[in-house]
Each structure stands twice: as C-alpha cells, then as structure tokens.
C-alpha cells in the first residue's frame, strides 16, 4: 500500500506542476508577442516573418512585432531569444545556418542553438538560384568553375556570413570541383544581392523573392538552381544535381523556435495555429507561392528529427570543406 500512496503522490504531483502550464497555454497570448529575425529587413525570412505574425495576429487577437537583430552570423538574435523567458512570448523566425551549421563554425559561442531553442515547426524549404553577373561569360556552372580556374582570383561571391548557404554552396564548390573563387561576406542576402548586380562580386545566391525582379530585368543571369527541381519561374535552369554537382547543394530551409523549456502545451498551440494560417490559400499565394518557397509545416517531434538529419549533414560538409569561423 505504501507503494501504491508513493504512485498517487507523485501522480498528484505531476498534475500540480502541469496544471499550470495547460492554463496558460489556455489563455495563451494575452499580450504582445515578438518574432525575432536575425536578418536584416528586407530579406526572405524577414518577409515571411512580418506575413506570419500578420496571419498570428488575427488569430491571437494580440499584436505580433518582427525585430530584426542581425549580426554575429545570426548569433546575436538567435542568442535574444535563447535567454528570453520560456513563455512563448518570444519566438525566432530563422534559417538552417543559424542552428545546423553555427554549432561547428562557433563551438564556443554563449549558447547553443540546438539545446537552448524548442523547435516548433519548419515552415519552408528554401528554393535557391546560382546568379552570377550580367557580364560574366559563363551559362553554367561547369562553364563557372572553368572560367574560375582560367581568371584566377578573378571571381568573388558575396555571402551573408560564415556558415550562410552561400559561403557552404560555393566553399564546396571549391573543395569538390576545383573552382578558384573567394567569398565576399555581407550582412544579409539583400545586400550580397546588391553587391553582385553592381559587380562588386560576381555572384552569389538567393531565392526568388529577392531574385525575381533582377533575372527580370536583366540585371542577375541565373545558372543553376538549389533545390530538388525545377523551378516553374525558370523552367530552362537546371537543378544543380542536374548540373552534375549535386554533392555541393546545402539544404536551405526556414523555421520557427521558442526558448528551451518553453512548455509543449504552448509550443504545440503554436504550431497548430502556425497550420491554420499556413492552411489559408491567400496567405499561400501570396507569400509562399509567390516567391517559390516550399511550404512545409511540421509537427515539433517531425521537426526536431529534421534538424538531427541536417545537423549531422552540415557537420559533414563543413569537416570537408574545412569552413572555420572567421
């Protein structure tokens, strides 16, 4: 019987501690809540970012504010909301580089993205585009990679930052096929867009939200694109693993984290309003869609598998490419 007491005391326990929680997930918002971007404004995560918490906003009847705190190869915003109160009022919009690759490139760093963020949910497969200035007399990238090796310290690419999708696509681009290319770093990926449209580099890469309106108008020429397809946009460019260089294409993706310790119950509500506003065709249309992301809305436990996955295979990439934090 003293057996049978311990069980229900701890039983009783265990529903004291959690009744808290369901209540306030129950009543969760009922303040403001913050989604931080370490991205300068202006780029793809901080678009989606601004047109989630607009979609949140109108479910939670409470305000959702995007802060932008770039800096630190994303560590500065990523650190913000690691430390902030795990109550789901603070939550992080970003990408992979910013927890799969920065654990390698920053093992020092004053915190850990994998153990001091709960995932929530990824939200999008990043679809990417190789571009390379107008001027640039190559269509492809076999052509790229010859051109680099006969122009030696003639081509530049602009990255946003160690560990960014940039400087891993074309840091294994020169390990896997020779390319003599050197990196350029910004602070985001409007900004190396910018640089390559002036010729400031001669190439990087970029979604189509950022890209579009440029290979439009003839001021990026696209040549390869990071992604398991086609795009519909650009039908004539080939996918890199198309391209033959399949072993130098990085997964890119988006998605949502709380503080560690943030209690399912809230994280789970948000995830499951996150698919409520990622169910509605408006939104999709106009903010996925529209700038050829991939929507992907997963479960916490579904998330948490993808990220060990891309975790282990960024850890790969970055050992042969030999990327060390500048």
Request: charged share 20%; net charge positive; glycine share 8%.
């Amino acid at each position: 019987m003293k057996s049978l007491k311990h069980v229900i005391a701890a039983l009783m326990l265990a529903t004291a501690i959690l009744m808290p929680a369901i209540a306030s997930a129950q009543n969760f918002p009922d303040r403001l809540v913050r989604i931080v971007v370490p991205y300068p404004a202006g780029g793809g995560v901080d678009g989606l970012a601004r047109a989630l918490g607009e979609g949140l906003s109108q479910i939670w009847k409470q305000p959702v504010i995007v802060e932008n705190k770039p800096g630190a190869s994303t560590m500065i915003g990523g650190e913000t909301v690691a430390r902030a109160p795990a109550d789901g009022y603070t939550l992080l919009l970003t990408s992979d580089s910013s927890i799969t690759s920065n654990p390698f490139l920053f093992p020092k760093a004053n915190f850990d993205p994998v153990k001091d963020l709960a995932p929530i949910t990824q939200l999008i497969e990043l679809n990417q585009i190789v571009v390379v200035h107008p001027s640039v007399p190559a269509n492809t990238m076999a052509e790229l990679v010859a051109l680099s090796k006969q122009k030696k310290g003639a081509l530049n690419y602009g990255s946003y930052g160690t560990g960014s999708q940039p400087h891993l696509l074309f840091e294994m681009l020169r390990a896997q096929a020779g390319a003599d290319i050197m990196q350029i770093p910004y602070r985001g990926i409007a900004p190396a867009i910018t640089a390559t449209i002036a010729n400031d580099v001669q190439m990087t890469l970029g979604g189509w939200s950022v890209t579009a309106g440029h290979i439009q108008a003839g001021k990026l020429k696209p040549i390869a694109i990071s992604r398991k397809e086609r795009l519909k946009e650009l039908p004539s460019i080939p996918t890199l693993k198309e391209a033959g260089f399949a072993d130098v294409d990085p997964q890119s993706w988006f998605g949502l984290f709380a503080p560690a310790n943030t209690p399912k119950a809230i994280i789970d509500k948000i995830q499951k309003d996150v698919t409520t506003v990622f169910s509605d065709k408006a939104f999709l249309d106009r903010s996925i869609h529209a700038l050829a992301f991939g929507a992907v809305v997963s479960t916490p436990e579904e998330f948490a598998k993808f990220i060990a996955q891309d975790f282990a295979y960024k850890g790969r990439l970055i050992s042969v490419t030999g990327i060390k934090a500048e």
